[in-house]
Structure formats: structure tokens, C-alpha cells
């Protein structure tokens, strides 16, 4: 905040803060609010020693800590570069299949699920309860569609899987889990848990079965564009 600039401890500021009318929160868009504040504390970014920087990233010396951080990129522009290729051959596949009915009480209920999500997105206060109720409608056809295209991916990879005998184990499940727990900062066990509980383990398989299929789709890809 630019009003803060050069404050030290003890300080005590008054400034005015102008929202734009588009801002995120509904109740803050448009408005100029005044605030004052007193300083408790300033903190400063500091540069680390290279002997610093490798004990907080526990690499023996500044060369490790370079070449790690060049196979992480590497490895990110590879997997940026297999994703892309699975979604050109899973569009181009889809793009050749007829549309097909999906089952309605099961579209319904994926429908539900993509408005639950669209209100998780755009609901963060009392004022962004009244704006998404007013457009009920209409996130209702977006969710619709989004949950349309959702089922018939999963069909259409599911036929794949089990034409191609391709299924997950439940180490793939537990990689998985174990991931997820790195990320969010949970504990394992209550992670399980807590997608046993809610119905999410089911959800859960069923994105590593489709992550599977699509990573098979790439490699046929890839081999094909090889020859």
C-alpha cells in the first residue's frame, strides 16, 4: 500500500482507499472507505547467503540447488507439454464421436455439483447471495453444459480404460492421498477419512482413472508423431 511506504513501528496513519466498481467484493465495489491504522511492527525481505539458501532448501551447495531447480523446470515444461498434447487428442477424439444421451438423473446431479461450484466461486459475501440468486437461471445453463461435457469425458474415457484394460491400483490411490496431504497440510488418515465420509473417494478414483487414459492417449501420441 503506497500510504505505508516509509512507516516505522510506533507510526499511526490515516488514508482513503478507492474499489473499484468491478472489485470482488460486491459490498466494497464502487466505494471509497477511510482507514487508519496504527504500525505495530515492519518486516524486510532480506537476501539470503548462499550457505543461508541451501540449508532452508537442504541442498549441499549452490550447484545442487541450480541443477534442481533447472530439472524442476524441465520436468514442469515437460508435464505443461504432455497435458497439452493429451487435451489436443482427447478433443480430437471427442470431436469424431457422436453425441450420445447421458443418463438424466445422472447429468442432474453433476449439474447440482457445477452450481455448488459456481456459488463456492462467486459467493463471498451476503451482498454476492442476492447478485447469484438474481442470475439463478443462467448459472444453472452454465453448470448444465459444464456438467454435460463433464459426463461424456468420463464416459467416453471409461470405454477407453476398460477397452485398453488400463486401471488404477491402490497405490495409485495412496500416491495420490499422500499428495494431496503434502498440499493442503493435512494428516493422511484424516484426509482418507475424510473423503470416505463425504463420498469424495469415489470422485477421487475416478480422476486418476481419467488422468491415466489421457496419459495413455499422449503417449500413443507421442509415438505416432515419432515415427
Same mark, same amino acid.
Given at each position: 500500500?503506497?500510504?505505508?511506504?516509509g512507516?516505522?513501528?510506533?507510526?499511526?496513519?490515516?488514508?482513503?482507499a478507492a474499489?473499484?466498481?468491478?472489485?470482488?467484493e460486491?459490498?466494497l465495489?464502487?466505494?471509497?472507505?477511510t482507514?487508519?491504522?496504527?504500525?505495530?511492527?515492519?518486516?524486510?525481505k532480506?537476501?539470503l /547467503?548462499? $550457505? *543461508?539458501?541451501?540449508e +532452508?532448501?537442504?541442498?549441499?551447495?549452490?550447484?545442487?540447488? @541450480?541443477?534442481m531447480?533447472?530439472?524442476s523446470?524441465?520436468?514442469?515444461?515437460?508435464g505443461?507439454?504432455?497435458?497439452?498434447l493429451a487435451?489436443?487428442?482427447?478433443?480430437?477424439l471427442?470431436a469424431?464421436?457422436?453425441?450420445?444421451?447421458?443418463p438424466?438423473?445422472?447429468?442432474?446431479?453433476?449439474?447440482?455439483?457445477?452450481v455448488?461450484?459456481l456459488?463456492?466461486?462467486?459467493?463471498k459475501?451476503?451482498?454476492?447471495?442476492?447478485?447469484f440468486?438474481?442470475?439463478?437461471?443462467?448459472?444453472?445453463? /452454465?453448470? $448444465? *453444459?459444464?456438467?454435460? +461435457?463433464?459426463?461424456?469425458?468420463?464416459?467416453?474415457l471409461? @470405454?477407453?480404460?476398460?477397452a485398453?484394460?488400463?486401471?488404477?491400483?491402490?497405490g495409485?490411490?495412496?500416491?495420490?492421498?499422500?499428495?494431496?496431504?503434502?498440499y493442503y497440510?493435512?494428516?493422511?488418515n484424516e484426509?482418507?477419512?475424510?473423503?470416505?465420509?463425504?463420498?469424495?473417494?469415489?470422485?477421487?478414483?475416478?480422476?486418476?482413472l481419467?488422468?491415466?487414459?489421457?496419459?495413455?492417449?499422449?503417449?500413443?501420441a507421442?509415438?505416432a508423431?515419432?515415427?
Open positions: 500500500i503506497a500510504a505505508l511506504t512507516v516505522k513501528a510506533g507510526d499511526e496513519k490515516t488514508f482513503d474499489y473499484a466498481a468491478d472489485f470482488r460486491a459490498a465495489a464502487g466505494k471509497t472507505l482507514y487508519s491504522v496504527k504500525v505495530l511492527g515492519v518486516q524486510r532480506q537476501e /547467503t548462499d $550457505a *543461508e539458501l541451501c +532452508k532448501t537442504r541442498t549441499p551447495s549452490l550447484d545442487e540447488f @541450480k541443477k531447480i533447472k530439472l523446470l524441465e520436468n514442469e515444461a515437460k505443461k507439454r504432455h497435458n497439452e487435451g489436443k487428442v482427447y478433443d480430437a471427442s469424431s464421436i457422436p453425441e450420445f444421451e447421458l438424466p438423473g445422472v447429468l442432474e446431479t453433476e449439474t447440482n455439483r457445477e455448488r461450484k456459488a463456492n466461486d462467486l459467493v459475501s451476503e451482498a454476492d447471495v442476492e447478485a440468486k438474481a442470475k439463478t437461471e443462467e448459472h444453472r445453463q /452454465t453448470a $448444465a *453444459e459444464a456438467a454435460r +461435457k463433464a459426463l461424456r469425458k468420463t464416459f467416453i471409461r @470405454k477407453i480404460a476398460k485398453e484394460k488400463i486401471e488404477i491400483s491402490r495409485d490411490v495412496e500416491g495420490q492421498i499422500k499428495a494431496m496431504s503434502r497440510g493435512r494428516n493422511e484426509l482418507r477419512s475424510m473423503l470416505e465420509k463425504t463420498g469424495g473417494m469415489e470422485e477421487l478414483q475416478l480422476d486418476i481419467n488422468a491415466k487414459v489421457l496419459d495413455f492417449l499422449a503417449a500413443k507421442d509415438e508423431g515419432k515415427k
